[in-house]
């Protein structure tokens, strides 16, 4: 099954096609210019340096967040695009859940956590075990806040920390509670398993594709977004 995987719901964006578990190609960028610059043109260069058009993709899988508001909008509304003229199978995915993957063989809770602006982050928190991916919890919250939740809710535990906010965390201080966690994330940077990248690439990956394997598709119609607060234009109206 061929599946173009679009992810917009950071600064960065970046498109991959994965069919099973092989990752046929990926394309990663981060530059000044808007997504809606940039999206589609990345999208079209991909397919075609595959040799492939969007009639002989089988599916879509998107990002809805969270993220971005207007990075996330941009890419349901490409998604819907390819997926709408032939009615493809569009897979939702969450970019913190995605951005877990990237722990690849660790085994332990896993923190994800994205630059949300204003000292917050959009955090998710999962168990990963041989058998699987359990989620915790995902949500926004002050990366102060989530720090200390994470060192008072699963003292004694191995915690991997992934994403944009990492190595914040990693370096900061007061974190002795979990020395061998930070011990044990320094090695998987060091083992090249530490992916901090976008959902995108992890999602291409073996690890990553599984869970969206496991999801339940919906119709391009159906696909929404994810936000988990409010816009700064919904929050400024209503202030």
Not at 105 to 118: C, L, P, T, Y
Not at 192 to 221: H, K, Q, T
Request: glycine share 8%; hydrophobic share 45%.
């Amino acid at each position: 099954m061929k599946t173009i995987v679009i992810d917009t719901s950071s600064a960065a964006a970046s498109v991959a096609v994965v069919e099973g578990e092989t990752v046929l190609g990926e394309f990663f960028i981060q530059t000044e210019r808007t997504h809606s610059q940039q999206l589609l043109p990345m999208a079209a260069s991909l397919l075609e340096s595959l040799g492939l058009s969007v009639r002989q993709l089988d599916a879509v899988a998107v990002c809805v967040g969270p993220g971005s508001f207007t990075g996330v909008r941009i890419g349901i509304s490409t998604a819907k695009g390819f997926a709408q003229p032939f009615d493809l199978p569009v897979y939702p995915f969450s970019s913190t859940r995605l951005l877990s993957a990237g722990a690849g063989v660790f085994e332990g809770i896993v923190v994800s956590a994205m630059d949300a602006k204003r000292g917050n982050v959009y955090y998710g928190i999962y168990r990963r075990r041989v058998q699987g991916v359990e989620t915790l919890e995902e949500g926004i919250l002050s990366l102060e806040d989530l720090k200390t939740a994470i060192l008072e809710r699963f003292a004694g535990e191995r915690v991997l920390w992934m994403g944009d906010a990492a190595a914040t965390v990693i370096d900061s201080e007061g974190q002795s509670a979990h020395e061998a966690a930070h011990k044990a994330a320094h090695e998987m940077v060091r083992e090249g398993l530490w992916f901090a990248a976008s959902p995108a690439l992890n999602v291409a990956r073996a690890s990553g594709f599984a869970d969206i394997r496991e999801a339940v598709s919906v119709r391009y119609d159906a696909v929404d977004a994810e936000y988990v607060q409010k816009s700064q234009a919904e929050r400024d109206h209503h202030a």
